[in-house]
């Protein structure tokens, strides 16, 4: 009995943590900004790493076949 009793009260105090919105459609544009952000942010320098990395360069086929030209 003394479980249930205990389960019972940490079911009633995290009812009384959780947000409960009364429209399900209304959404935090301030936390849905700074998400983006952070995304943009990570995918820019995503980007610089990728155009400034000495090993993602394109090699140069050409010096090694000639014969490829037409």
Same mark, same amino acid.
């Given at each position: 009995?003394?479980?249930?009793?205990?389960?019972?009260?940490?079911?009633?105090?995290?009812?009384?943590?959780?947000?409960?919105?009364?429209?399900?459609?209304?959404?935090?544009?301030?936390? @849905?900004?700074?998400?983006?952000?952070?995304?943009?942010?990570? @995918?820019?320098?995503?980007?610089?790493?990728?155009?400034?990395?000495?090993?993602? +360069?394109?090699?140069?086929?050409?010096?090694?076949?000639? +014969?490829?030209?037409?």
């Amino acid at each position: 009995m003394s479980q249930f009793s205990v389960l019972v009260m940490l079911a009633v105090l995290c009812a009384f943590f959780v947000e409960i919105e009364a429209n399900p459609f209304v959404y935090n544009y301030e936390r @849905l900004r700074i998400g983006g952000l952070i995304i943009a942010g990570l @995918l820019v320098a995503g980007g610089l790493f990728v155009l400034l990395n000495p090993k993602c +360069t394109r090699k140069n086929k050409k010096s090694e076949d000639d +014969t490829s030209e037409l």
